[in-house]
Every structure is written in structure tokens, then in C-alpha cells.
């Protein structure tokens, strides 16, 4: 949790759309609040007056996981609060469950298009059709040899082998692409798309510069740090720089813009909030240090210094993902170098 919240700046204050309604934000764009079943327990999703093709109607933006409660939640809305309009276009930040795991239904129930990056949409269409990648063997040797030994662990990520596709049953065979520096025009308004890296593959925040609001996907969130993992099927990655990077170039958005995060309350003070993000990342990398000066350590032998707190499967596994991103970081910067042990766990030394 972001001990500097008091920081940031909360327009709305308290408000939140009750499930199935929306709350409007900015002329033309609603906020829609779906549930999660993790301990995350939301998702933001928006809603964007529209005009295409000569039709009035909704851009819808990020859909939740596909389960029968997020459905339902969906038709509420579009029973009550499109204004008797159709969904037009679902457009996804990422590839991730809550955010494309309606997709198709979407797309489908509104013969619609999907608009997302092509290599997320990519990552997605193998993830959900593949039983290996997201899960399974592949991911527990990649934490066996970054020091993750406890058998019931490594036995229960082995069997999570279908988790992505669990929560994304389909990805539309079909998609347009969104690009960085691209413009889309949407209703009465152009979204100038921002690309992230190091969350997902190819991450699109979208920027509305007349309304001032970002709407910001999983890349700045104000109360959790956005989730940056090194995963098995990109095992030498170092997604934190490149995370770092990607928020660094955010800053050139006018300091006032209401962020529209996936997680939490929409806010204001995105500059604090990326100032905070990156001393919370230094922080963190000056414990690693700390940890690897005083003997080589893997990164099971970082939970403890980098999450002071119990961790269940879930947790561990993200846990996990972090701390090597955290100890990549470090080592493509030249700050540590990393050893095989005999035990075949890789360990990094300062
Ligand atoms: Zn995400």
C-alpha cells in the first residue's frame, strides 16, 4: 500500500459506481467498477461516447475476467446506462485477465471489433490457446531455479497450467491495432495512445489532452505499485528498467491530468505519483544491495526483505516474478553479478 497516498489528490472523493451502474467522469466518459475474485478485489473499466461508421454509440475500455457475475454486471449497464445505445468497439489496454478476458464475449454480443497492441493480442491469443506458458512445468522449474523450493509451491504452479485460459476463455481471432504515438479518434474527442513496458508486453494508456484524463490501464495506480515480473517464457527479461523508463516518458503529460487508473479511485498528482513510484523501486533496489553484499542471495531469499508480510500461492508467484525483476535490474545495470550454484539455483552477489 502507498504509505504517501495523502499525496495524491482524489476529485471524486468517496464515490464510487455501484456494480452495474456508471459514474461519469469527464464529459463523455463513465466509469464502470467490476468485481475481481483475487485479493485485488476490483477492476476500473470506461465507457467513451462514441461515433463510428455514421452510428452512435459506446467504446467500451477493458472488460474484466469472464465469469457469469462480470457478465451480468455488463448487461445491468447495458440495460441502464448506455443511454439505449450499442457498444460500437471494445478497445484493451493489455493482455491481462481482467482487462481482455470479455473480450470476445464482448465483441461477440456487439459484433464488434477489438482494438489493442498487436503484440498483446498476440501474447493473449497463445496464452489462451496454449496449456503450457502462463503456468504449468515451465513455470516452476523458473522459480525452482531462482530458489523457490518448498515441493507443495512448486506442485500447485505446476498444476495452474490453464490458469490464463480459465480466465480468458477466447481472444477474438481478429483485432486493430493500437500503436505508440498513435491517435484515435473516439466520439467528439482524439486518445493519443501512451505505450508501457514492462507490465505487459505492449501496454496502451490513452490520453484525451482537451478533457485532461489518462486513462491510465495498470501502468500508474495510486495505491498498489503496478506488478513488474520476469515469467518463465521471457526468463532473462529485464522488464523494470523498462517499466521505469516507460513512466519516466509520462511525465510529459501536464501535471493536472486526472488519471484513470484500472485499480483504485481515479486521481490527480500523476507527477507525484511517478516520483513516488520510483523512490518506492529505489528503495527496493537499495535493499537488494544490502542483501546481496552480505552473502549471495536467490530471489526466494528475497521475499522476506522485499514483502514483510505472509504470502499466499498467488502472492508468492507475483512475489516471485518481482523479486527477479527487481535483481535483473540490477544486474543488466552492473550492480550485481549472478551465480549458478551447484544446487542449480541462480544467486546474485553485490
Ligand atoms: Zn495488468
Known amino acids: 500500500m502507498n504509505a504517501l497516498e495523502h499525496q495524491l489528490h482524489y476529485p471524486l472523493g468517496d464515490a464510487l459506481p455501484a456494480p452495474g451502474t456508471v459514474l461519469e467522469v469527464a464529459p463523455g466518459v463513465r466509469w464502470v467498477r467490476m468485481g475481481l475474485p483475487f485479493a485485488l478485489d476490483h477492476i476500473n473499466l470506461w ?41 460500437l468497439r471494445v478497445i484493451v489496454t493489455h493482455m491481462h485477465p481482467d482487462h481482455i478476458g470479455n473480450a470476445a464475449w464482448l465483441c461477440e454480443r456487439w459484433d464488434c ?83 508501457g513496458y514492462g507490465h505487459a508486453p505492449e501496454h ?59 485499480h483504485g479511485r481515479p486521481f490527480t498528482g500523476l507527477h507525484t505519483r511517478i516520483d513516488q513510484l520510483q523512490a518506492h523501486h529505489d528503495e527496493r533496489f537499495a535493499e537488494v544491495i544490502a542483501a546481496c553484499t552480505a552473502r549471495p542471495t536467490s530471489a526466494a531469499e528475497l521475499l522476506p526483505v522485499l514483502f514483510k508480510r505472509a504470502l499466499d500461492l498467488h502472492q508468492t508467484t507475483f512475489a516471485m516474478g518481482e523479486a527477479i525483476a527487481h535483481l535483473h535490474a540490477l544486474w543488466f545495470a552492473g550492480r550485481l553479478e549472478r551465480r549458478l550454484g551447484d544446487d542449480g539455483v541462480l544467486r546474485f552477489a553485490a
Open 47 to 87: 465507457l467513451l461516447r462514441d461515433r463510428l461508421d455514421g452510428r452512435e454509440g459506446w467504446a467500451i475500455v477493458d472488460c474484466g475476467i469472464a465469469n457469469d457475475a462480470t457478465r451480468a454486471a455488463w448487461e445491468q449497464v447495458f440495460a441502464q446506462a448506455l443511454d439505449g445505445l450499442p457498444v
Open 113 to 195: 471489433a477489438l482494438w489493442i497492441s498487436a503484440t498483446d493480442w498476440n501474447a493473449a491469443r497463445m496464452a489462451t490457446l496454449s496449456t503450457t506458458g502462463y503456468g504449468g512445468d515451465s513455470a516452476a522449474a523458473h522459480f525452482a531455479r531462482h530458489g523457490l523450493a518448498d515441493p507443495e509451491s512448486l506442485a500447485k504452479v505446476r498444476q495452474r497450467s490453464n490458469y490464463y485460459a480459465s480466465m480468458v476463455p477466447a481472444v477474438p481471432a481478429r483485432f486493430r491495432r493500437l500503436l505508440d504515438g498513435g491517435v484515435l479518434r473516439v466520439g467528439a474527442h482524439d486518445w493519443h495512445c501512451h505505450v
Open 204 to 262: 496502451i494508456a490513452l490520453h484525451q489532452p482537451e478533457l485532461g484524463v489518462l486513462i491510465s490501464g495498470d501502468m500508474v495506480l495510486p495505491r498498489i505499485s503496478t506488478n513488474v515480473s520476469v515469467i518463465d517464457i521471457e526468463p532473462e527479461a529485464d522488464p523494470l528498467t523498462l517499466y521505469l523508463a516507460s513512466i519516466a516518458r509520462m511525465r510529459k503529460l501536464p501535471a493536472d491530468t486526472l488519471v484513470l487508473p484500472a
